[in-house]
C-alpha cells in the first residue's frame, strides 16, 4: 500500500500529468491513494475471481498454496525452494529436476490430485539442501528457485550482474531504477548528518 499503491502510483500521476500538460498547458490537481492503488495491483486477482477463478477459501487458490505447483518446500537443511511453475511445460521440468516420473500422478491442476502431489514434492524436496536443488534447478525453467535471506541476496550473480544493489556508507539498498540509455541516474547521496537552516531553503 505504501510502496505500489501509494507512492509509485502518485509519481505515476505526476509524471503523466506533465506529458499531459505539454499539450494542453493546463496543470491539475492529481488524486492518488494508496487504496486505489491496491486495488489496481490486484486487478489479476479481481480478473481470477470475476471469471470464477478464485475463492475466497484461504489457501484453495492458484498462487495462494492451493496448488502444489505453487508453493514453498523444507529442504534437508531447514531452508526452502519456492516453486511456482503454473504452464506445462515449466511443471514438466519440475518433475524431470525431482526426478519424478509423471506416469500415473493426478493431473496438474486436478484440485483433488493436489494433496498427493504434495506430500510427493514434500518428501522429494527433503532429500536434499537447498543448494543441492538450486544447483539441479539453476539452468532449467523450472521456475523453482531458492529462498535466499537477504544478506544472501547481496550475493546472487543476476542482482550482480546487474549491480541491482548498491552499499551507500555500509547501508546496502536497491540501485536506482527503472534506467535510461540517454540520461542514467547519479548514485544516490547519503542523508545529511545535520539540517538545512530553513533560510536556505527559502532563499532566492
Request: glycine residues 12%; aromatic residues 8%; without cysteine.
Given at each position: 500500500?505504501?510502496?505500489?499503491?501509494?507512492?509509485m502510483f502518485l509519481v505515476f500521476g505526476i509524471l503523466a500529468a506533465l506529458v499531459e500538460r505539454q499539450n494542453s498547458g493546463k496543470g491539475q490537481v492529481?488524486?492518488?491513494?494508496?487504496?486505489?492503488?491496491a486495488l489496481a495491483l490486484s486487478h489479476m486477482i479481481w480478473g481470477m475471481k470475476g471469471v470464477g477463478l478464485w475463492s475466497d477459501e484461504r489457501g484453495t487458490n492458484l498462487l495462494d498454496t492451493g496448488m502444489a505447483f505453487y508453493d514453498t518446500y523444507e529442504t534437508s537443511d531447514g531452508k526452502y525452494m519456492a516453486v511456482g511453475c503454473i504452464?506445462?511445460?515449466?511443471?514438466?521440468?519440475?518433475?524431470?529436476?525431482?526426478?519424478?516420473?509423471?506416469?500415473?500422478?493426478?493431473?496438474?491442476?486436478d484440485p483433488?490430485?493436489?494433496?498427493?502431489?504434495?506430500?510427493?514434492f514434500?518428501?522429494?524436496f527433503k532429500t536434499k539442501t537447498r543448494d543441492e536443488w538450486w544447483a539441479?534447478?539453476?539452468h532449467t525453467d523450472a521456475c523453482t528457485t531458492p529462498v535466499l535471506t537477504f544478506t544472501e541476496a547481496e550475493q546472487n550473480p543476476h542482482i550482480q550482474a546487474r549491480t541491482g544493489l548498491i552499499d551507500i556508507d555500509g547501508?546496502?539498498?536497491?540501485?536506482?531504477?527503472?534506467?535510461?540509455?540517454r540520461t542514467p541516474a547519479g548514485i544516490p547521496t547519503p542523508p545529511?548528518?545535520?539540517?538545512?537552516?530553513?533560510?536556505?531553503?527559502?532563499?532566492?
Open positions: 500500500g505504501d510502496f505500489g499503491g501509494g507512492s492529481i488524486d492518488a491513494a494508496m487504496i486505489d492503488g504452464e506445462p511445460q515449466f511443471y514438466a521440468e519440475l518433475l524431470q529436476g525431482l526426478e519424478i516420473s509423471p506416469e500415473g500422478l493426478p493431473n496438474q491442476l483433488n490430485g493436489q494433496d498427493q502431489l504434495r506430500k510427493l514434500t518428501e522429494k539441479i534447478f539453476e547501508v546496502v539498498q536497491h540501485a536506482p531504477a527503472p534506467r535510461f540509455s545529511p548528518n545535520e539540517g538545512t537552516p530553513i533560510e536556505t531553503v527559502w532563499a532566492d
